[in-house]
């Protein structure tokens, strides 16, 4: 994949946010890596809504909508 857009320390604050007092470092680089692949599955279906609309640019409804079709799945 490359490198990371998101931070290890980033989550590891996500996850003490939650309520967490210890978290390893490899649970937080296994979220980490979860929640990229995530962000970008949702962004391709969100530029495939935003695309089918005659559009180039994706808006929050697509994001939006996006993560709702893939919950359903």
Same mark, same amino acid.
């Given at each position: ?25 490899? &649970?937080?680089?296994?979220? +980490? @890596?979860? /929640?990229?692949?995530?962000? =970008? *599955? ?7 809504? &935003?695309?089918?609309?005659? +559009? @180039?640019? /994706?808006?929050?409804?697509? =994001? *939006? ?9």
């Amino acid at each position: 994949m490359g490198e990371s857009e998101i931070s290890t320390a980033a989550v590891h604050r996500l996850i003490k946010r939650g309520g967490a007092g210890r978290i390893g470092d490899d &649970a937080a680089e296994e979220l +980490r @890596k979860v /929640v990229e692949e995530f962000a =970008i *599955r949702v962004g391709k279906e969100a530029l495939e809504l &935003a695309t089918h609309a005659g +559009r @180039k640019t /994706v808006r929050s409804e697509d =994001i *939006r909508l996006a993560v709702k079709r893939i919950q359903k799945e």
